[in-house]
């Protein structure tokens, strides 16, 4: 959620921002917060001179009992009674002004940073790095879902069963291999610094709400209706909830943590070629890093998390690229965001496999989660994280980047110690 004194101060800089993400009726929508929000002001002003009006009369009420003058003590009394009927209904307006700000503020996305760049859909983003990773293959190549199926790795007609499109059963080799990504991953964000947590796959509300998926995504998250709980879409959502209404050490900081989950996701309106095999799934795994940081290091930290992602996919021998985001496409939540896209030889296409986020302070300030400086001083924290990474494309890659002539598949050399197999089929 993004910070009411920075509406107060700079409403044209936060209605240009909105404008940049594509967000409609940005002047309205400011204009009608700054004016609940000059309402509740005024309220909050009017209580709290009542509030001292009626203390002061409490005080006379006893000088006036010690004084022997019951007659003006009463009188006194008299006059607080109407004071404090007032307080409860000016209290009864202040609450429910505040609940109408907080709505209309819950649905602003955040301000893209300055350095993201114009546009409104995926075609307006820029590539800013490709590795030189290149396919050498010199025979027929076949997509990632022929492959599996032959070699009986995955079956989507069982899962297809068991709960419906888009939750495929990972058989043999195929189980091993997506076990052998997940301990790689977390193997390697342990190496870099980050601190293994395994959380809860259900959340509640409050959850949603602190990290933003409420209450924009709620149409695409699993809902557990008789218990009010939601299955997690990404593992950033518990993990960065670990420090709701927290106040922090600032010799704690940064805080580094990264979490295996599997991840549920209703997907709804994707269709063709976006949901073939393993390109679009309502159930996924995924290991997630999350961040923790004073803003003044949140944007070194967003290029350090980037450049690790993609350091994963460079010991992967996968092609990939790395895209900077236009204020059109990112997500609700983000200031600035890059994806990781892996080339798919067999789909002779790009797949996300990543994306690293810097939301500045929007979860933090719905989180109430701060640190205390030097000086004893609470002050803002920004949030970072990002997919290190998401197995179903990777996979997919990896079954097309390394099919051989044959029909087999190698194994990369990086996972071998954790399949234990050099190659499938």
């Not at 009674?81 to 007032?86: I, N, R």
């Not at 043999?172 to 076990?179: C, D, F, H, T, V």
């Not at 980047?401 to 044959?406: A, I, K, L």
Request: negative net charge.
């Amino acid at each position: 959620m993004l910070d009411i004194q920075k509406l107060r101060d700079t409403p044209d800089l936060v209605k240009a921002g909105l404008t940049r993400r594509n967000f409609k009726d940005s002047e309205t929508r400011v204009s009608e917060i700054l004016a609940l929000d000059e309402q509740r002001r005024k309220l909050l002003s009017e209580v709290e001179n009542l509030r001292n009006e009626v203390n002061s009369l409490s005080k006379s009420i006893g000088n006036l009992m010690k004084e022997g003058k019951k007659a003006e003590a009463e009188d006194a009394k008299q006059a607080s009674g109407p004071l404090k009927e007032k307080i409860k209904s000016v209290e009864i307006a202040l609450a429910e002004l505040e609940a109408a700000q907080e709505a209309a503020m819950l649905v602003l996305p955040n301000i893209p940073h300055v350095s993201v760049p114009e546009g409104r859909t995926p075609e307006d983003n820029v590539s800013v790095y490709q590795n030189d990773v290149k396919a050498t293959h010199d025979f027929p190549l076949k997509p990632h879902w022929d492959l599996a199926t032959t070699h009986g790795i995955i079956d989507w007609e069982l899962g297809a069963k068991i709960s419906g499109a888009g939750f495929p059963v990972y058989r043999g080799k195929g189980a091993i291999l997506q076990r052998a990504l997940i301990s790689f991953f977390l193997d390697q964000a342990r190496e870099q610094g980050y601190m293994e947590v395994q959380p809860p796959y259900l959340i509640n509300a409050e959850s949603g709400y602190g990290t933003g998926q409420l209450p924009d995504k709620e149409g695409q998250m699993y809902e557990a209706t008789k218990d009010g709980l939601y299955l997690i879409p990404t593992a950033e959502v518990p993990v960065t909830n670990l420090y709701r209404n927290v106040i922090l050490d600032e010799s704690e900081l940064p805080i580094r943590n990264c979490a295996y989950s599997a991840c549920f996701r209703r997907e709804a309106g994707s269709y063709g070629k976006d949901v073939k095999g393993l390109n679009r799934l309502h159930q996924f795994d995924k290991v997630e890093v999350v961040v923790i940081t004073r803003p003044e290091d949140s944007y070194d930290m967003l290029e350090e998390m980037v450049r690790y992602a993609g350091g994963l996919i460079d010991k992967l021998g996968l092609p990939y690229r790395r895209l900077l985001l236009c204020g059109g496409d990112m997500g609700f939540t983000s200031a600035k965001t890059y994806d990781l896209e892996v080339f798919s030889v067999g789909q002779d296409r790009w797949l996300e496999v990543s994306s690293v986020s810097n939301f500045e302070t929007f979860q933090s300030t719905r989180l109430k989660l701060r640190y205390r400086d030097a000086q004893k001083k609470n002050k803002p924290l920004h949030t970072l994280n990002g997919s290190a990474l998401a197995l179903p494309r990777i996979l997919a890659s990896l079954l097309e980047f390394y099919q051989q002539p044959d029909g087999s598949i190698l194994v990369p050399e990086v996972l071998r110690p954790y399949t234990r197999f050099d190659q499938i089929g």
